[in-house]
């Protein structure tokens, strides 16, 4: 009868290695989990540090050229001017030629200045003359998306974020595409509209879950939706987002999935 080799008898891997290796798949597994949500918070952390800084850009603006970005009424005077009349609403000249705004106080998306119609959108010259005065390194086109007058394209006229597909509009309450009752509670003026995009009109579509929205609001805010300096839209609007559309007791819906459900509004105070 032929005995076996010891060598043969522990050819197979014993419970102690066995053991071994399930530790090792498991903090491996454990270590992937970990840098995904490492990646997830910091992605989420960069909307409220985008939006401070954009706000902070716009507030050193101000007191600069006393006039709001894409409102400035002499910006043409300051940069040049894209082209004449009604054409200086939809030239890009890939430079700092600009189109004045009408001074009014509201960063709006058609302004008629003088008598030849048309000449501006103030939402998009913002953020080009934001980049103009070296106050953001975003370049903007300053002129609508190929969709229409109200086209928001991250990284081409608005920022964009590193949340994917979504950026940031800078334009008053109610401007394009936009009613005063989806808000929570009262309208605002100029505000910083973050959310995903869609053809035709601003970044205002759901881009966050209500988990992280509500983190975002509780980070620089009260961490409601319908109070304080961050908000979103009502639950009639967005219903898996916001409770109610009652400002005072509405809650964020934590009860809702991963998916994206909420926007967020950053009110600028200008």
């Given at each position: ?219 620089i805010d009260d961490g409601k ?34 998916s994206r459900v909420c926007n ?7």
């Amino acid at each position: 009868m032929k005995v076996p080799s010891r060598h043969t008898a522990s050819a197979g891997f014993t419970l102690v290695e066995m053991s071994i290796v399930i530790v090792i798949i498991g903090l491996l597994i454990g270590g992937i989990l970990m840098g995904q949500n490492l990646f997830h918070a910091a992605h989420i952390r960069s909307v409220y540090t985008d939006a401070q800084s954009y706000i902070t850009a716009i507030g050193y603006f101000h007191d600069k050229y006393e006039s709001l970005p894409g409102d400035m009424y002499n910006a043409e005077s300051v940069w040049g001017t894209a082209a004449a009349g009604a054409a200086c609403d939809i030239t890009n000249n890939s430079d700092k030629t600009t189109c004045s705004g009408n001074g009014n106080g509201r960063i709006e998306w058609g302004v008629v200045v003088g008598a030849a119609g048309t000449e501006t959108n103030e939402m998009f010259r913002a953020w080009q003359q934001l980049n103009n005065a070296d106050m953001i390194a975003f370049k903007a086109t300053g002129i609508a998306g190929g969709a229409g007058t109200y086209d928001a394209v991250p990284g081409s006229n608005v920022p964009s974020s590193r949340i994917t597909g979504a950026g940031f509009t800078l334009v008053d309450a109610v401007g394009p595409g936009l009613n005063p009752a989806w808000f929570i509670g009262p309208t605002y003026n100029n505000a910083l509209y973050f959310g995903a995009t869609t053809p035709t009109t601003v970044t205002q579509s759901p881009a966050l879950s209500a988990a992280d929205a509500e983190s975002i609001d509780k980070k620089i805010d009260d961490g409601k939706p319908g109070t304080g300096s961050v908000v979103t839209y009502t639950n009639s609007y967005y219903p898996s987002c916001a409770s109610s559309d009652t400002a005072g007791t509405a809650t964020y819906v934590l009860s809702s999935s991963t998916s994206r459900v909420c926007n967020m509004i950053f009110i600028t105070g200008f």
